[in-house]
């Protein structure tokens, strides 16, 4: 029996694909769980539709990625944060301080893009990564300075 696959099923395909299985594992299986339909041509040209939309909306979110990491790419922050004698900083600089700082610069970028392995814990310079799309990133500088009292 041949079926349209609705989602990613592991070790049969993604979503899309057309391929052909036993009728009981389609009737009992791929087709209650909402993993597949059966290939007919409504069916296929329905699952076809939602993939031109979908490869639309992505390569939106592409673009819209791309014009951010232009204006993102190279750009300098400061981050002031008061500083031990030691020169370690009480707390630290976190995802939610940086996309605080790109906030004022009027860019937005959701916390979770900004690729932070460890808060930042000491003065310096970082060149931090902030992926914008699974193809789209950019690397901003970061200075971290003491703060003046």
């Not at 490869?55 to 300098?76: D, S, Y």
């Not at 981050?79 to 939610?96: C, D, E, H, N």
Request: proline content about 3%; overall charge positive; cysteine-free.
């Amino acid at each position: 029996m041949k079926v349209i696959l609705t989602k990613d099923v592991e070790g049969w395909g993604t979503i899309g694909d057309i391929i052909d299985v036993k009728r009981g594992f389609a009737r009992n299986y791929l087709i209650p769980k909402g993993f597949a339909l059966e290939a007919t041509e409504s069916h296929i040209k329905h699952v076809q539709e939602i993939l031109k939309q979908k490869a639309r909306k992505l390569e939106r979110e592409k673009a819209k990625a791309e014009e951010i990491a232009k204006q993102l790419e190279g750009l300098e922050i400061e981050i002031k944060k008061s500083v031990g004698t030691t020169g370690k900083l009480f707390g630290s600089v976190t995802t939610s301080d940086i996309a605080e700082v790109l906030k004022e610069k009027g860019i937005e970028v959701e916390k979770k893009k900004i690729m932070l392995r460890n808060p930042i814990k000491n003065i310096g310079s970082y060149n931090i990564t902030i992926r914008l799309h699974p193809q789209v990133s950019a690397t901003i500088k970061v200075h971290v300075t003491p703060e003046n009292i």
